[in-house]
């Protein structure tokens, strides 16, 4: 296989990658066609006893969720991050900010809040297992082109060469 085929094909890979994920200028919540750069999402993580320190006037109990942002790209999450505890109400769209008493009254439940939780295996996985096989399947049927391009060309050898025209 000629070396520039593989360049070309990687290059093409490379800045399509790049098109589809740097379309975005801010953090928020900003889509371009099928790109979205910041989009929210509240994950629930642990159901919370219902007592009155976790009852909201408005929602009733809330339970302990956890809020990312995502890039996403067609819908598959490809990568999350700033992450912080929230309270869940139940709604993906919506939640409430966790006071600094909540959290030591959580706290106090024995949940430890020090590190982040374990994401459902869509948001952590599935998107890049996705995106990665649509990528392995491009760069195959670009090979496949090249080769199947290299192989139309008729070969020349030095034997085909007519000999030069004898001197008179």
Known sequence: MRKSGIITLSVMLLAGAYI???????AQAR???????????????KDLPDKDEFKHPQYGYVD?????????VVFLPLWNYS????????????????PPDVIANIEKEGINLS????LPFWDKMGGKLIIGFILLILAGVGIF???????????????????PPAAQ
Do not use: C, H
């Not at 889509?31 to 993580?45: L, W």
């Not at 309270?87 to 769209?93: M, S």
């Open 20 to 26: 589809l994920l740097l379309s975005s200028g801010d």
């Open 31 to 45: 889509k371009r066609g099928f790109v979205s750069i910041g989009g929210e999402k509240i994950v629930k993580v």
């Open 64 to 72: 302990l969720g956890y809020k990312i942002k995502q890039i996403t």
């Open 83 to 98: 992450g912080e505890y929230v309270g869940y109400i139940g709604r993906d769209d919506k939640y409430l900010i966790l």
């Open 115 to 118: 590190k982040a939780p374990s």
């Open 145 to 163: 082109w090249v080769m199947q391009k290299k192989e139309d060309e008729p070969e020349v050898s030095e034997n085909d060469n007519p000999p």
